[in-house]
Nanobody, 130 residues
């Protein structure tokens, strides 16, 4: 049973930084190199949107234009964890942040759709005050 648990959300002022983490259980990141871990977010009244993703095989990443240069996704295989470090936060970054795991999309294709991920965490709230 694959389980993902997010943590690290909270309240931060605009321009500040926050790190959210996603811990996996039920599968070992270093042994499941066909998986990606993605971060998505959903603001009130809006659809869920892609933020960033990382391939467990080689650590290569891809991020949405809206967060490039501000957010960094990384993996810690020893801790079975994927982190999302968020800097220069804006009020529009306020949302519930979800991590997700998937392995159906070929590694040559960017997986930026929530339909490409099968396992989801419960989410963690990030609120940026202006």
């Amino acid at each position: 049973q694959v389980t993902l648990v997010e943590s690290g959300g909270g309240l931060v002022q605009a321009g500040g930084s926050l790190k959210v983490s996603c811990v996996g259980s039920g599968f070992i990141f270093s042994r499941n190199t066909r998986y990606r871990i993605g971060w998505f977010r959903q603001a009130p009244g809006k659809e869920r949107e892609f933020v960033s993703t990382i391939k467990l095989k080689d650590g290569s990443t891809y991020s949405a234009d809206s967060v490039k240069g501000r957010f960094t996704i990384s993996r810690d295989n020893a801790a079975n964890t994927v982190n999302l470090e968020m800097n220069s936060l804006k009020s529009e970054d306020t949302a519930v942040y979800y991590c997700a795991a998937g392995n159906r999309t070929p590694m040559t294709v960017v997986a930026d759709s929530d339909r490409e991920y099968d396992y989801w965490g419960q989410g963690t709230q990030v609120t940026v005050s202006s």
